[in-house]
């Protein structure tokens, strides 16, 4: 694997990371035939989307024939002129995944499906990323390996079991830093933004509908790696906001 390889997986994973939504392709299982739906995200550590579906939609219905199916995240909101902006296909499998903590994940960005998670027809389902298509603007277009776009996250056992503890914390004790984040690092919107998740790669932020997210300088592994960077962004968003 080429430095651009990793590069342009790197890219497309941040994109599908930073977006908390998109649009699912199935295969019906009457016919054949495309059909596509909305439905909200979030990531696992590696990059796998998440997804969060009852039994009883369509899209469920289909996978439970034929698990291939194509996501599209779309990165081009806000634009004048969307062509030009980023956007991805995820093409592979999804499959039921009970793991607790990619539950606990999902629900902190999407708070709403808590009242939901336990019902017995939905389940979460994790996609298996087989390739990717990038197109990041008029002529860059990209076919990007799995092994490209996936991060490994092997050695971030130590993060994960302390996300929830770390995102609570922040919001809890620390408002005052998230704002700013967002808002002097990221020119979001003033508002009552929040830590959803945290990440090897970065964390991510919501303030009602609006979602950020803020990429970490390092990757990191643990809690002590985390309040570090974490420590260093609030110091940076505060020598950005006093320019």
């Known amino acids: 694997m080429t430095k651009n390889d990793r590069e342009l997986g790197e890219r497309a994973r941040h994109l599908v990371r930073a977006v908390d939504r998109g649009s699912l392709a199935t295969i019906m299982r009457d016919d054949g035939s495309p059909y596509a739906s909305l439905v909200m995200l979030a990531t696992d550590f590696s990059g796998n989307p998440l997804l969060l579906i009852s039994d009883l939609a369509e899209h469920t219905q289909n ?18 002129t969307p062509l030009t902006g980023s956007r991805i296909t995820l093409n592979g499998i999804l499959e039921k995944y009970t793991e607790k903590q990619a539950m606990e994940r999902y629900i902190r960005r999407h708070q709403d499906a808590e009242m939901y998670a336990g019902f017995d027809d939905f389940s979460l389902y994790c996609m298996t990323v087989e390739r990717v298509h990038m197109v990041a603007g008029f002529g860059e277009i ?30 809890d004790d620390h ?44 990757i990191i592994c643990n809690a002590d790696q985390a309040r ?6 609030a ?9």
């Open 142 to 171: 990209h076919w990007i390996s799995s092994d490209a776009y996936y991060f490994d996250a092997s050695e971030t056992d130590e993060l994960a079991a302390a996300e929830g503890r770390i995102v609570s914390h922040m919001n």
């Open 63 to 80: 996978i439970q024939i034929d698990r291939r199916c194509s996501l599209l995240i779309d990165g081009t909101v806000g634009l004048e």
């Open 228 to 233: 570090s960077e974490l420590v260093k962004l």
């Open 235 to 243: 110091k940076k968003s505060r020598k950005t906001a006093e320019k």
């Open 175 to 218: 408002k005052d830093a998230i704002r700013a984040y967002a808002t002097a690092l990221l020119d979001q919107q003033a508002g009552e933004w929040q830590m959803t998740g945290i990440d090897p790669e970065g964390c991510d932020l919501r303030f009602a509908e609006n979602v950020a997210r803020l990429g970490f300088d390092r």
